[in-house]
């Protein structure tokens, strides 16, 4: 495509007084400025001539797509869509929660619980829900949460971790490497660290005592991790599912799947109105549901001295 665009601008230059039409000259220096950038050879920046607003992004290590992303809130019990956010492909998920968090409290949605995937394990969401104390339902991410929680223990109330062999940290400082990122190094008893009979699987070099690098959440998001492992929190996680499903209806059914138009204005567009049209598919079906409840019960209500049974056949 680079050749091909490079051949077609000298062709042009060769062929067409460009001085006489500026607006194709002016299309010319934007298409040599893209094709110089680097960022355009490594796929990290504008792609397209024509959209200039779409992006790489990454499904996974080797899944990529050019594009945009959409993301929007739903109720998961009625799935009705709430708040819907487009950004380029290379969004990181999670940026505008705040943003689509606050237009459903705006909506008159009463939210009392939050799920998320993986991507929206960070501190800055988790602060959000518990300022207004709601429960967040969201599984916690290994790259901003990293302890072995089968060797280390957290207690909140003093600060400590304790290892599986009984020993416990006793200093805790802030450390600062070079990147400027910051982490907090928690260290261990010397002693019992130094008589220990896995000193040798645990201990790398010449240091007596464990020490333990974290990063500056991993106390909070300890109580975070403990609590996704149990019972209640997995059975309430299955929720999350109808949000899979309301995406697959709307690429699937409605052509979300892939833009229709250029640019962003014209994406997010077209993500709303989908939004628009699921909704009102599901509100039919909630009304229609409805209906058939109340028809039901004046059924049940007539019938119940008479033939309850059949009715209750019937209804099922």
């Given at each position: 495509?680079?050749?091909?665009?490079?051949?077609?601008?000298?062709?042009?230059?060769?062929?067409?007084?460009?001085?006489?039409?500026?607006?194709?000259k002016?299309?010319?220096?934007k298409?040599?400025?893209?094709?110089?950038?680097?960022?355009?050879?490594l796929?990290?920046g504008?792609?397209?001539?024509?959209?200039?607003?779409?992006?790489?992004?990454?499904?996974?290590?080797?899944?990529?797509?050019?594009?945009?992303?959409?993301?929007?809130?739903?109720?998961?019990?009625?799935?009705?869509?709430?708040?819907?956010?487009?950004?380029?492909?290379?969004?990181?998920?999670?940026?505008?929660?705040?943003?689509?968090?606050?237009?459903?409290?705006?909506?008159?949605?009463?939210?009392?619980?939050?799920y998320?995937?993986?991507a929206?394990?960070?501190?800055?969401?988790?602060?959000?829900?518990?300022?207004?104390?709601?429960?967040?339902?969201?599984?916690?991410?290994?790259?901003?949460?990293?302890?072995?929680?089968?060797?280390?223990?957290?207690?909140?109330?003093?600060?400590?971790?304790?290892?599986?062999?009984?020993?416990?940290?006793?200093?805790?400082?802030?450390?600062?490497?070079?990147?400027?990122?910051?982490?907090?190094e928690?260290?261990?008893?010397?002693?019992?660290?130094?008589?220990?009979?896995n000193?040798?699987?645990?201990?790398?070099g010449?240091?007596?005592?464990?020490?333990?690098?974290?990063?500056?959440?991993?106390?909070?998001f300890?109580?975070y991790?403990?609590?996704?492992?149990?019972?209640?929190?997995?059975?309430?996680?299955?929720?999350?599912?109808?949000?899979?499903?309301?995406n697959?209806?709307?690429?699937?059914?409605?052509g979300?799947?892939?833009?229709?138009?250029?640019?962003?204005?014209?994406?997010?567009?077209?993500?709303?109105?989908?939004?628009?049209?699921?909704?009102?598919?599901?509100?039919?079906?909630?009304?229609?549901s409805?209906?058939?409840?109340?028809n039901?019960?004046?059924?049940?209500?007539?019938?119940?001295?008479?033939?309850?049974?059949?009715?209750?056949?019937?209804?099922?």
């Amino acid at each position: 495509m680079k050749s091909y665009l490079e051949q077609l601008i000298e062709s042009v230059e060769n062929t067409v007084d460009t001085s006489v039409m500026p607006q194709t000259k002016q299309s010319i220096q934007k298409a040599k400025e893209v094709l110089n950038d680097p960022k355009f050879i490594l796929q990290k920046g504008v792609r397209s001539l024509v959209d200039e607003d779409a992006r790489v992004g990454y499904k996974s290590k080797t899944d990529s797509f050019f594009g945009y992303k959409v993301e929007y809130v739903m109720i998961p019990e009625e799935r009705i869509i709430t708040a819907v956010g487009v950004q380029n492909g290379a969004y990181v998920d999670g940026t505008e929660f705040e943003k689509l968090y606050q237009q459903t409290k705006a909506s008159g949605v009463e939210i009392t619980e939050a799920y998320g995937d993986k991507a929206y394990f960070r501190k800055s969401i988790l602060d959000i829900l518990k300022e207004d104390e709601v429960q967040a339902i969201i599984p916690v991410s290994e790259t901003a949460y990293r302890v072995d929680e089968s060797r280390f223990k957290y207690n909140k109330d003093s600060d400590q971790w304790f290892c599986e062999h009984g020993n416990y940290t006793w200093t805790q400082r802030k450390i600062t490497v070079k990147d400027g990122r910051q982490f907090l190094e928690y260290k261990f008893e010397k002693e019992i660290c130094r008589d220990c009979p896995n000193r040798k699987e645990c201990i790398n070099g010449s240091s007596i005592a464990k020490r333990l690098i974290l990063g500056l959440n991993a106390p909070e998001f300890y109580e975070y991790s403990q609590r996704a492992k149990t019972p209640e929190f997995l059975e309430k996680y299955k929720k999350r599912a109808s949000h899979e499903w309301k995406n697959g209806e709307m690429k699937r059914f409605h052509g979300l799947g892939r833009a229709r138009g250029y640019g962003l204005k014209s994406m997010a567009t077209q993500a709303k109105l989908t939004a628009l049209a699921v909704n009102l598919k599901r509100i039919a079906s909630l009304v229609s549901s409805l209906n058939n409840i109340i028809n039901c019960y004046f059924i049940n209500s007539y019938r119940m001295i008479i033939t309850y049974s059949n009715c209750k056949k019937s209804a099922a």
